[in-house]
C-alpha cells in the first residue's frame, strides 16, 4: 500500500518510538499479543505502557487468540485516504472477553455478517521514514 506520508495515520512502531514494540514485532510474526500488569494481573486492550487498574508500568506480553467473531461492522465506500482499498470494512471483533477495533481483509462486504467467524491476517502498510516495517491488527474471513 502506497500513500502521500504527509497523511501517515499509521504509529510510528519501532523500538525508538513507543515501549510497546513487542507488540507490532509479533504482529509481523502472525501473532497477536498483549499486555497483563505484572501487579495486578489486569489483561489490557490495547497493551498499554501502565495498567489503568493500579498504574503499575511492569507488564509482561501474553499471546491472544487469532481467530475471533465479529460483533459489529461498518463499510466505508467514499473518503478514504488516496491509496486506500475501497470500500473498506471497519469491525469490532470479540476475542475472549475482549472486543478489538480492526479492519477485515480479503472480506466480500456484501457477505460480512455479524457472528462471523474470522482469523487474524495483519495487514502491512508502509514503513517508518527509516524504513522499517510497520504492521496494524487485521482479520479475514475463517476459511
Ligand atoms: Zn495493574
Redesign the pocket.
Known sequence: MTYFRAVDPFPLESADHTKLHHFYARLAEGRLVTTR?A????RAWPPRGF?A????ADFDWVDLPTEATVHAFTIQEMGLPSGFDSPRVFAIVKLEDLRIFTILTSTDPATVKIGQRVTLKPLRVTDDPKGTPRWLPAFEAAK
Open positions: 500488569c501487579s495486578c494481573g489486569m495498567c487498574e493500579c498504574t503499575s
